[in-house]
């Protein structure tokens, strides 16, 4: 997913750890999975990214109103 030229995806945490990229598909059954487990989105650890509300708020508000 693409803005402009630069992805809005996250790739690393804010200090440099890279994330899972099952995780953010709900789909990481590694035990002792060596990648961080945080949205690719928001970085929030709580949820993947195919839940993330930021970006599915994101994406709305950048569709056309429905009537």
């Keep these: ?13 804010d200090d440099g750890k890279p994330l899972c990229f099952n995780f ?5 059954t590694r035990t002792g999975c060596s990648f961080l487990h945080a949205c690719l989105f928001c970085g929030a650890a709580d949820h993947a990214f195919e839940d993330c509300t930021a ?12 009537e």
Excluded: E, T
């Design 55 to 66: 970006f599915k708020d994101l994406v709305a508000s950048r569709s056309p109103a429905r």
């Design 1 to 13: 997913i693409r803005a402009g030229k630069r992805s809005i995806l996250k790739f690393k945490s």
């Design 24 to 28: 953010n598909r709900n789909r990481c």
